[in-house]
């Protein structure tokens, strides 16, 4: 809505696949959009999609049309005069035979599909363009193509070639041995029609012979006007091109680069996005200038022809796994697809302070590479949180130490010369790094061999022979995918390969043991193993078969060192393809999953999944990890997510929610990192709940909602399980309506270290659990008795606003009185005494509170009260561990001083002069000013 300024998900909870392969909008109805599903751009980590959705009101609602099988959609294009007639590429799948392929044709918006042109099973759509200006006119690439296990791609097989239509799809005439076109096998296709001119077509064909070729006749004869191999590099990833729709002699070839043309192509030039890898690329029927570039970094518009673009600030990164540190908090780090690695704090909250000039909270996010390269693992060091080690393409293994940042990193390859050896190490692109959990400073990599190093990767130990299959020649698959060392007994090591085994050791790699399931066949991938944090001989082993057209969920456990194997699928559904498997480490059997549609949940050791996506979109769950409380998963085009308060989940049993209300036990909360959260569940929905904090002594120090009228959180009465945050706050100052405050806020004293209780109570029915303060791991050297000063400096503080803030009410009581007594009562004699009690009242009134304020900038002109500059203390006060200063004392005494000799003369202002207007306004017959 803003021209690329800022970007929105609007397909969230609506679609179930994650990657769109194709957009189209309706020239004669912008409302309505298609899009279909599926990666067609190939490479070794490829999405599935599950056919084509359109929307009839710009995006905000999608319904699912149907080509369900198609898993691949390359190209939509909508008649530019009838929204409702829509032609679709379907590539199919890459792993192997796909009956739904071909060009799909609707005249009815989508309700029913005709295919309109088919090859075979094995042949795809990959391209369609169609004639802005004759609707019936369209070209259709076909190609056939196909991926192995591994990653290696088949191109340029027989049945690609190049098609034509001009009766709107009924007939199509393959045109790909027209003259100038190249007479050897072809491969993909890419075509475009220029809107300036329709007999000009351009088509970037994959072939011996091939290159940039134009056509002036329709299609009818052509000729090549550039065979440089940048422009058709990796065809098999990129090769489309886009047609200028005011210029004939405009062309644009993605690529690597984004290639531009004057002069039909002839000569070429590039245009500088601010990535690289483009895919796809609009351009304005009504101005060229204005253009969407789509490419590995997201989407970049530009509104001057490419001269300059708008910024990538979409979180769609495609993570290949997930770590985290042992920072407070704790940081979550990845690499990701084509945009190196990448490590952010895991809490904002946690990484918070206070703005000194405004008052206002701001976050402190510090945003760093890890080292290592795009496809790699990251493995903090345990012992110290400034070390990472990262892994990259071509082997790459780096230590950075982030006092020294990238440019001290180190690489710590374990064979520099790995591609040029005897034996040639098969290193796959996201290469295993995992510290052993039982042997400090051990850190092991993976090739087809596993290796180990004990100085930090100075030195590396073949500690395994090659553990994949036999395999033949130049095969690239068979490297170890997956190693999970025990975290009961030093020296036991679970490893996986890409090819479907597993091999186990027990003496530290001097001997192993072949321990792969029963049944799972050569490329199979392992791509996951969790060693049990609770019982040595468990095991949990993640398999994927997707490379041969298998999307069937495969997921094993072991309770005896690998001895017998249980499938464990039960409830992950066809297409649930599972990435990793995590167990609870305070909770034995309570199982994570990260699968190709979301997160699934087992309470009972895989015998029954769930869901447990929630709000997550459709999307790949690449890696996820459990720290604490919470559960961190990186997804393959989503970025990383973050589900906080694991409490409830873990305390969930068959029997939850047989009682109306079912309190949770709160985890320990951690002084300034973590905040209070609560967790209960209603079994019907309830009209009245309310939660109090409770001290060790069981005094009340918090209730929510507010009792006093103030606005505060008002707790859920739901149905189900609801959350409340309590923010460790004790209660806040007495306020009154309309209160501005500048810097400062009128809130309560941070809670102590110590144990707490948490009431709730809904619709009469009671439930308390206990809890723990604990104070902040990095504030060494604050003592407790510390905080308690703290503490106690911070409540008189909070005490004297509410002092303060109930003399302005009492102020306000008394002058609505006394102006309500005037108004009925306008004897001079009243008035006089009136006016002298209102104007020492007014007086009192500004001395404790700025009376001009309409706004929080207006304390830029005039200066702020006592209540104010209370709270401004208080937030001094508390910000940070320690016992206050001298000079906070000081203030204090000073301004409660202060406020002390208010409040003596409000109380005489309030003695005689009101008693004696009182006898005044009794003797006109009116009640008197309480």
Request: glycine residues 10%; hydrophobic residues 35%.
């Amino acid at each position: 809505m803003d021209g690329g300024t800022s970007w929105k998900p609007v397909t969230d909870g609506q679609l179930a696949s994650s990657s769109v392969g194709a957009v189209a909008i309706a020239e004669s109805s912008p409302d309505v959009v298609y899009i279909g599903m599926g990666e067609s751009q190939l490479r070794s980590n490829i999405l599935q999609g599950d056919g084509v959705y359109r929307s009839s009101d710009a995006g905000r609602t999608w319904q699912h049309l149907g080509l369900p099988k198609s898993q691949a959609i390359s190209r939509i294009r909508v008649d530019p005069t009838n929204p409702d007639v829509v032609y679709v590429a379907a590539l199919g799948s890459p792993w192997g035979a796909t009956p739904e392929r071909g060009i799909y044709r609707s005249r009815d918006g989508g309700a029913s599909w005709m295919r309109v042109l088919y090859r075979n099973d094995s042949t795809g759509g990959s391209d369609l363009t169609i004639d802005p200006h004759n609707p019936n006119v369209l070209f259709a690439s076909l190609w056939n193509v196909r991926m192995a296990p591994g990653g290696a791609i088949t191109n340029g097989r027989t049945g690609s070639g190049l098609f034509k239509s001009v009766d709107g799809g009924d007939t199509w005439t393959e045109i790909t041995r027209n003259p100038g076109l190249p007479a050897g096998v072809v491969g993909n296709i890419g075509v475009a029609i220029s809107g300036a001119d329709a007999n000009r077509v351009y088509a970037l064909v994959d072939a011996v012979d091939g290159g940039l070729f134009l056509s002036d006749d329709a299609g009818g004869r052509w000729v090549r006007v550039n065979d440089d191999g940048s422009l058709r590099q990796r065809p098999t990833y990129f090769n489309r091109l886009t047609a200028d729709p005011a210029n004939r002699d405009v062309v644009y070839v993605l690529n690597l680069l984004l290639y531009k043309s004057t002069d039909g192509g002839r000569t070429i030039g590039t245009i500088s996005p601010p990535h690289v890898d483009h895919h796809d690329l609009w351009i304005a029927p009504d101005d060229p200038r204005r253009m969407i570039d789509a490419n590995d970094g997201g989407a970049s518009v530009s509104i001057n022809g490419g001269a300059t673009w708008t910024r990538q600030d979409l979180p769609t990164a495609q993570l290949y796994h997930v770590a985290t540190t042992r920072d407070l908090p704790y940081h979550v780090c990845g690499a990701q697809q084509d945009a190196n690695t990448i490590c952010v704090p895991s809490s904002r909250s946690a990484s918070r302070s206070i703005n000194p000039i405004v008052g206002q909270e701001e976050f402190l996010e510090p945003v760093y590479a890890a080292g290592g390269g795009e496809s790699g693992s990251i493995a903090p060091d345990p012992a110290d949180p400034d070390i990472l080690f990262a892994s990259g393409p071509q082997a790459l293994i780096s230590r950075l130490d982030r006092r020294l940042g990238l440019s001290q990193a180190r690489d710590h390859q374990v064979l520099p010369s790995w591609d040029s050896s005897v034996e040639r190490e098969r290193f796959q692109w996201t290469i295993p790094l995992v510290f052993s959990p039982r042997e400090p400073g051990v850190l092991f990599a993976a090739s087809q061999h596993l290796w180990r190093t004990r100085d930090g990767g100075r030195r590396w130990q073949r500690i395994s022979p090659d553990l994949s299959r036999p395999r033949s020649v130049g095969e690239r698959d068979g490297s170890i995918w997956a190693v999970a060392p025990s975290r009961h007994e030093a020296g036991t090591i679970w490893a996986g390969t890409d090819d479907g085994l597993v091999h186990l050791t027990r003496d530290g790699g001097a001997s192993w043991r072949n321990v792969t399931p029963p049944g799972l066949r050569d490329s199979s991938k392992v791509s996951g193993i969790e060693a049990s944090p609770h019982r040595p001989g468990t095991a949990y082993v993640a398999v994927k078969r997707y490379e041969v057209n298998d999307r069937a969920p495969y997921l094993f456990r072991t309770d005896d060192y690998g001895a017998t194997w249980t499938a464990i699928v039960h409830g992950l559904a066809d297409g649930d393809i599972v990435q990793a498997v995590r167990e609870d480490p305070a909770r034995a059997g309570l199982l994570y999953a990260a699968t190709e549609h979301g997160v699934r949940i087992s309470f009972d050791d895989g015998r029954e999944w769930l869901s447990l996506s929630l709000d997550l979109p459709d999307t790949q769950v690449s890696d996820l990890i459990v720290e604490r409380q919470e559960l961190v998963i990186s997804t393959h085009g989503r970025s990383f997510w973050v589900l906080a308060g694991l409490a409830p989940i873990r305390q969930l049993h068959r029997e939850t929610g047989a009682s109306p209300l079912t309190l949770f036990a709160p985890a320990s909360v951690r002084r300034r990192l973590d905040e209070g959260t609560i967790h209960y569940l209603l079994a019907d929905s309830a009209r009245a709940v309310a939660i109090d904090i409770l001290d060790s002594t069981g005094a009340v120090i918090r209730q929510l909602p507010a009792t006093d009228g103030r606005r505060s959180p008002r707790p859920s009465g739901r149905r189900g399980l609801n959350q409340f945050t309590w923010d460790l706050r004790h209660e806040g100052a007495t306020v009154f309506p309309g209160m501005i405050m500048w810097v400062g806020q009128p809130v309560g004293p941070l809670a102590t270290p110590g144990r707490y209780q948490v009431r709730v109570t809904a619709d009469g029915v009671v439930a308390t659990q206990a809890f723990t303060v604990t104070a902040d791991p990095r504030a060494t050297g604050v003592s407790a008795a510390q905080l308690r000063e703290q503490f106690a400096l911070a409540s008189k503080i909070r005490d004297r606003v509410s002092a303060t803030n109930s003399a302005v009410m009492r102020i306000r009581t008394v002058r609505a009185q006394v102006e309500e007594r005037i108004a009925r009562a306008p004897a001079i004699a009243v008035t006089t005494s009136a006016t002298a009690l209102l104007h020492e009242l007014g007086d009192i009134e500004g001395e404790l509170y700025q009376v001009k304020l309409r706004g929080e900038l207006d304390a830029t002109i005039y200066p702020i009260r006592i209540n104010n500059r209370l709270t401004n203390l208080q937030m001094s006060v508390e910000t940070g561990d320690g016992a206050p200063t001298a000079q906070a004392y000081e203030a204090f005494n000073r301004l409660s001083g202060a406020l002390s000799l208010l409040e003596r003369r409000l109380a005489a202002a309030l003695g005689e002069p009101l008693q004696q207007l009182n006898r005044l306004i009794v003797a006109e017959k009116l009640e008197p000013v309480r």
